[in-house]
């Protein structure tokens, strides 16, 4: 059962563009979430996390928002670059409760910036 | 460079055979976990130990084990290995294993089981 969903395989924008990156999940427990990118050859880097008492948090290009009530987070990078070519994650984790403190990841979305 | 070494990069092996996936943590990292990454998968979490201990558990199967060294080294057992094992097998450490803990990933290690 896959608990964390990154429906769209893959995503093309243009460079200068906003690219927006969804994922949602079925585990109300989830109180945590991060994004990560990876390129090829490479392993997962951290990019952005927001933890369920916001509903959006910034750092530079990136924004992350939240949706509790629709169990749904995106990924918003504007402007978009090509060196943000990459695969990306959606990781959540029941960070508050303590009960479990495992990453869930889902299957990644296929970023790629056209110049 | 995320300070995670993962070795070896690539092992082939074949149908039946055990092998032994290493990994190195970031300095100052007391947490380790194993995630397995198959094709047209995503990361599946396979296992977490901190400071030598187990703390969480996931899909992993039973010809799978692990363990965390004293030096907090941590090694990844594959035995019997079937086809299907093949993937990319990440290990990634954190500070103190915590769900709001940003993860530090190694490479991978790519396993091909013919």
């Known amino acids: 059962d896959q608990q964390v969903k990154q429906n769209s395989p893959s995503l093309s924008v243009q460079e200068g563009r906003i690219s927006i990156l969804n994922c949602d999940y079925t585990?109300?427990?989830?109180?945590?979430f991060l994004w990560y990118k990876k390129y090829p050859a490479e392993g997962p880097t951290f990019l952005i996390s927001i933890s369920s008492i916001k509903d959006k948090n910034e750092d530079g290009r990136f924004t992350v928002f939240l949706n509790k009530s629709a169990k749904h987070l995106s990924l918003h990078i504007v402007p978009s670059q090509p060196g943000d070519s990459a695969v990306y994650f959606c990781a959540a984790s029941e960070f508050i409760t303590g009960a479990n403190s495992k990453l869930t990841f889902g299957k990644g979305i296929t970023l790629s910036v056209r110049p | 460079d995320s300070g995670v070494t993962q070795t070896p990069k690539h092992l082939i092996t074949a149908t039946g055979q055990r092998v032994t996936l290493r990994c190195s943590p970031r300095?100052?990292?007391?947490?380790v976990y194993w995630y397995q990454q198959s094709l047209d998968q995503g990361l599946q979490f396979l296992i977490q130990y901190y400071n030598g201990e187990e703390r969480a558990k996931g899909n992993i199967l039973e010809r799978f084990s692990a363990q965390q060294f004293p030096d907090l080294h941590s090694e990844l057992n594959l035995s019997s290995l079937e086809l299907g094992d093949s993937a990319l097998y990440f290990c990634?450490?954190?500070?103190?294993?915590?769900?709001?803990?940003?993860?530090?990933f190694g490479s991978g290690t790519q396993l091909s089981v013919l």
């Open positions: 300095s100052g990292d007391l947490s």
């Open positions: 585990n109300s427990m989830f109180d945590y």
């Open positions: 990634a450490s954190s500070v103190a294993g915590l769900g709001n803990e940003k993860l530090f």
